[in-house]
Every structure is written in C-alpha cells, then in structure tokens.
C-alpha cells in the first residue's frame, strides 16, 4: 500500500465524500486516511460513517465527533454547531455511536506519519497559519514520529514546515526540504478557503509525493440533506461559498 487519500473534516456531507472517494479511485489511491470531524453540520452522518467502514479507513476523532458522543462539552460550540452535534447524536445508529466512540485521538502510521484532528497534543487546537511550529515539532517528535504530522480543523489546506507555509489549493508540494511537515488536506465537507469544491490530498508514502487535490461535486444535493433533516438553514449556505 502506498498511494493513500488523506481526508479531513466530512462533516457528514455524503455527496462530497462521494465525490472525493471517486477521484481518489480514479487517481489509484489504495487506501483513506481520514483525520477527524467526520460527522456535525451535514445531513448524512450514518451514510459517511457506513462508506468510511466500509473502506476500512483509518480514521482519528475530531473535537465534533467527540461531541456527539459525550467526550467535549458542547459549551464550546457556536449555536449551530451544537444543533448539528445534537441533531447527529439523536440520528446515528447504534453501530455508528459505537464506531465514534472507538476511535483514538491520534495514530501513528508506518512509524513516521502521525494523524490528528486539531495539534499533536490537542484535538480542538487549531494549527492556523502563522503558528509557531517549534512547540509542535517537540510534540511530534515526542510522540516518537519525526517526519510528517497531518492534521484539519481548520479546514485550510495547507503545508508547513519550520521555515516556510505553502498554501495547498491544488497541484503538488516538493517535501525536500527540512522537516518536519504539518500538512493539512482541507475539508471535504465544508471548505472554508472560498473555494466550494471538495478538498483532499493524495500521499505517495513511499516517494514522499503529496498533491492537492479539489473535486466539485453536488452542492444542491448537500444543502437539500441539511434542510431536510431540519438542520440550522445557515449550515447549507455557507457550503455554494465555500466559508
Ligand atoms: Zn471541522
């Protein structure tokens, strides 16, 4: 196995998934890494969890997911979110609470990936651009990983590493310089770099390659599954803006 898709913050938006999975069968990926938030806002939580287990993905849990099974206080959350965090608790079939509550905070693969939602010690910290990455490269190395960390929660694709931030709108990223890299893939379900279409990032783990990739996909379909399960209106706006 070496060419993965790296998936961030789904956000339960089913014909976004969708979307990215087919350009990331299209393009060979053999494997989904997914780092969390993969449920809250969208309309089709059990439908994303369903093909995600289906895939056998790998998979890490966002501060949203957390939520909905009783693991972050939901003061936190702004009153949407926290309709969306409520709305998917009373909405998820048993198999799914189960799979949510399972899934680990961070995991290591192939000895020098690390996988998180938030920052290396914290799945509600933002990485946003501009932050100081020495701290982070203690905790990488802390976690006994020393060469890439990918993370989402800000829904921002984005490279990094201690000299140099490269924003990751679409096309490849040489990694030949120092490491190490904090690399987020952006979000498929809710983009918020006024760029609507899905964003995902395709990983050679064996050449090192990353490439950035966005996939349109059916917004109407989104916004009509959030209206019909009754979620907050503003929740499907803001997907056709991508903010
Ligand atoms: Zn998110």
Known sequence: MSVVAILS???????????????????G???I???????????????????????????????????????????????????????????LTGENLEYLVGLPDSRVVHGHHLLVHGAPDNRSRY?????D???????????????MCFYGHTHLPMVSNQEKTWQG????VDLSADGPYFINPGSVGQPRDNNPNAAWLLLDTVTRRIEFHRVAYDIERAE?????????????????CGQ
């Not at 490269?137 to 060469?147: F, I, T």
């Open 9 to 27: 913050d789904i956000h339960a938006n089913l014909p976004a998934l969708e979307a990215v999975l087919g350009d990331a069968d299209r393009l």
């Open 29 to 31: 990926c053999e494997k």
């Open 33 to 91: 890494w997914s780092l969390g938030d993969q449920v809250g806002y969208g309309g089709s939580p059990n439908k994303c969890l369903d093909l995600l287990r289906e895939r056998d993905a790998v998979c890490v849990m966002g501060n949203h997911d957390a939520a909905v099974v009783n693991l972050e206080d939901v003061r936190w959350f702004n009153s949407n979110a926290r309709a969306a965090v409520e709305w998917t608790r009373l909405n």
């Open 127 to 131: 990485l946003l651009p501009g932050v």
């Open 133 to 147: 990455l020495f701290n982070e490269a203690c905790l990488l190395e802390a976690s006994g990983v020393a060469e």
């Open 169 to 172: 709108s679409a096309g490849m």
């Open 224 to 240: 009509s599954l959030i209206h019909a399960a009754g979620l907050p209106g503003r929740l499907a706006e803001r997907l056709g």
